[in-house]
């Protein structure tokens, strides 16, 4: 038998085995060594040992207690945080007595006298003690009283009440002492069932924790842990209503709330409410509802509890849990609930600091785009411009009309209509965040491979699309759009030694194309490139055509080069 348990008897606490062997001998004074009785005796301190749920520990203490001293009504009163008793098991009243007798015992009077001085109690007529303070209504008539307190670990537990001998006018001195060795066994039972209660309840709190826990990482929308975190917590506490704010300007922002709790309204509007009318400090508060503004949480609750969301600048939030009655919380659940606040505020910073990387990606691809359209678009309107303004400059006709050639009219409208290209792939990809859903279209992948190759490029190439080439291209020629990208840009940038690269991929409803040009050297038509050849090898293999426009520069000589790689778009 254990050695930590104690019991109370005349203010003085002892360990259980003292008690017990001081009841035994008590019990042996009185004449109750009869060995059926002692067999007894036993068999019902292993009934009461028998089980670890609290709840059937109480109701079978109580059968037991009736059974031992031939009681005809039983009770069991759980001491409650404010003094009272927060429960009240009891046998031998009939179905039809409870439904008329109003509320149950809430600890006054005699029972109250047993929750202030913890001492076995034997009176045979309870309605001539001095704390004696009546029965209400309907109440069974009741007359001889036993009563002894259940102590665990030093503390008050609750009460063992027993009322009406059967085979006596009074109970005994044996009846005292038995109850009192019952009392010892029954506050072992309570305690090993409050252990194992309280191990399940850290289980149930830590599941709710690592399951939670990870979603952030898993790509989880904030919200929704949130929301499923306030459903844990509701569900482990009973709660009316469970909800996660959190406070941004001094105004409070709703980052979850509980779904699962049956009448509940769930359309609570804390706009109004400020940061400053939030409870300040760094630990759990147990408050009356009324302290609360109205709207923070619904279902019309008299007490909420409010867990502080921590981080290194301190509290930024809060967990709110409201309940009817007073919650008494035990310490497995007060570590709990701080677990979860842990959780929660590592979400929230977790989400902000995804927040803070996704914008800083796109300032990086808009500080790139306008790199481009300063490079590519600004210089060409200049080009565009300087031209025009040459062509102004030339002789007039007779009739004061600009004898222009045709050619260089049409060069101007090729170099607009270039331009025109490539402020429309600007504006898509403005249109595009790296990273998000549309990271697998075509236009992306191809954007994203000619920065990636032109990182550290003294030349950055220009990129035109032509024709809805994310919708008709199918996904297959994936693999091979990158491969002649990678294979004839890497062959530009190093080799062409040109002033101007650009890449055009253009759809329409039966052939995809993707040209690369260069103002280079040109390839010597001596030299074998294999990656070429295998590019020739890949629109084989898709009945397509590769094929190669070189001009080697000569003095006074403009050169470049040309891949053009074109394939059939199968439906």
């Given amino acids: 038998m254990a050695t930590n348990h104690e019991v109370r008897i005349s203010g003085r606490p002892e360990p259980a085995e003292h008690r017990w062997a001081d009841a035994l001998d008590a019990l042996t004074k009185h004449g109750g060594d009869d060995p059926r009785l002692l067999r007894d005796l036993l068999d019902a301190v292993l009934v009461v040992g028998q089980g670890l749920e609290l709840d059937e520990a109480l109701q079978r203490?109580?059968?037991?207690?009736?059974?031992?001293?031939?009681?005809?009504?039983?009770?069991?009163?759980?001491?409650?945080?404010?003094?009272?008793?927060?429960?009240?098991?009891?046998?031998?009243?009939?179905?039809?007595?409870?439904?008329?007798?109003?509320?149950?015992?809430?600890?006054?009077?005699?029972?109250?006298?047993?929750?202030?001085?913890?001492?076995?109690?034997?009176?045979?007529?309870?309605?001539?003690?001095?704390s004696s303070v009546g029965f209400p209504p309907h109440h069974p008539p009741m007359e001889t009283f036993l009563g002894a307190p259940i102590t665990v670990r030093g503390s008050n537990f609750g009460s063992i009440y027993l009322t009406e001998k059967r085979n006596a006018e009074e109970f005994t001195k044996v009846?005292?002492?038995?109850?009192?060795?019952?009392?010892?066994?029954?506050?072992?039972?309570?305690?090993?069932?409050?252990?194992?209660?309280?191990?399940?309840?850290?289980?149930?709190?830590?599941?709710?924790?690592?399951?939670?826990?990870?979603e952030p990482l898993a790509g989880i929308a904030l919200s929704d842990t949130m929301s499923r975190l306030c459903d844990d917590v509701a569900a482990l506490t009973e709660a009316l209503d469970v909800v996660i704010l959190t406070s941004s300007e001094d105004k409070m922002v709703v980052q979850g709330r509980s779904q699962q709790i049956a009448g509940a309204d769930q359309s609570g509007d804390v706009s109004p409410v400020s940061a400053s009318?939030?409870?300040?400090?760094?630990?759990?508060?147990?408050?009356?509802?009324?302290?609360?503004?109205?709207?923070?949480?619904?279902?019309?609750?008299?007490?909420v509890t409010v867990q502080p969301l921590q981080r290194a600048a301190g509290a930024f939030g809060w967990i709110v849990v409201a309940h009817?009655?007073?919650?008494?919380?035990?310490?497995?659940?007060?570590?709990?609930?701080?677990?979860v606040a842990e959780v929660?505020?590592?979400?929230?910073?977790?989400?902000?600091?995804?927040?803070?990387?996704?914008?800083?990606?796109?300032?990086?691809?808009?500080?790139?785009?306008?790199?481009?359209?300063?490079?590519?678009?600004?210089?060409?309107?200049f080009a565009v411009g300087m031209s025009m303004q040459t062509m102004l400059a030339t002789p007039h006709d007779e009739d004061g009309t600009i004898a222009t050639p045709v050619s260089r009219l049409e060069q101007v409208v090729v170099d607009l209509d270039r331009t025109i290209a490539q402020i429309r792939t600007s504006i898509f990809d403005l249109q595009s965040i790296p990273g998000h859903h549309d990271a697998t279209t075509l236009r992306r992948r191809v954007l994203d491979i000619v920065s990636e190759l032109a990182v550290h490029a003294p030349i950055s190439p220009s990129v035109t699309f032509d024709g809805p080439v994310d919708t008709v291209v199918p996904e297959a020629l994936g693999p091979h759009i990158d491969a002649v990208l990678r294979e004839g840009l890497s062959n530009a940038l190093r080799h062409a030694d040109?002033?101007?690269?650009?890449?055009?991929?253009?759809?329409?409803?039966?052939?995809?194309?993707?040209?690369?040009?260069?103002?280079?050297?040109?390839?010597?038509?001596?030299?074998?490139?294999?990656?070429?050849?295998?590019?020739?090898?890949?629109?084989?293999?898709?009945?397509?055509?590769?094929?190669?426009?070189t001009t080697p520069q000569r003095r006074g000589r403009a050169g470049g080069t040309t891949l053009t790689w074109t394939v059939p778009l199968v439906h």
């Fill in 61 to 130: 203490i109580v059968e037991v207690a009736v059974g031992v001293v031939d009681a005809q009504y039983g009770a069991l009163g759980v001491r409650g945080g404010d003094g009272g008793l927060s429960e009240f098991v009891h046998i031998g009243i009939t179905p039809d007595q409870r439904a008329i007798m109003g509320h149950l015992p809430v600890g006054r009077g005699v029972l109250g006298l047993l929750i202030k001085e913890p001492q076995v109690l034997r009176i045979p007529h309870l309605s001539a003690h001095p």
């Fill in 175 to 214: 009846d005292e002492t038995l109850i009192a060795m019952l009392a010892v066994a029954a506050g072992i039972a309570v305690d090993n069932a409050r252990l194992f209660e309280g191990a399940r309840t850290r289980h149930r709190w830590m599941q709710a924790v690592a399951r939670r826990g990870s």
């Fill in 277 to 303: 009318q939030m409870p300040i400090g760094s630990s759990m508060v147990v408050l009356a509802a009324e302290l609360i503004p109205d709207g923070v949480v619904a279902g019309d609750p008299d007490w």
């Fill in 324 to 339: 009817r009655r007073r919650p008494w919380w035990e310490p497995e659940e007060i570590a709990g609930l701080a677990g």
């Fill in 344 to 381: 929660a505020s590592l979400a929230v910073v977790y989400a902000e600091q995804q927040q803070i990387a996704r914008d800083l990606e796109v300032l990086e691809d808009r500080h790139r785009i306008a790199r481009d359209l300063h490079d590519h678009v600004i210089q060409r309107l």
């Fill in 498 to 549: 040109a002033d101007r690269i650009s890449v055009l991929v253009s759809a329409d409803e039966d052939v995809l194309k993707v040209e690369i040009t260069d103002d280079g050297k040109g390839i010597d038509t001596n030299v074998t490139y294999r990656g070429l050849e295998n590019l020739t090898t890949r629109a084989d293999e898709c009945d397509g055509t590769f094929t190669i426009d």
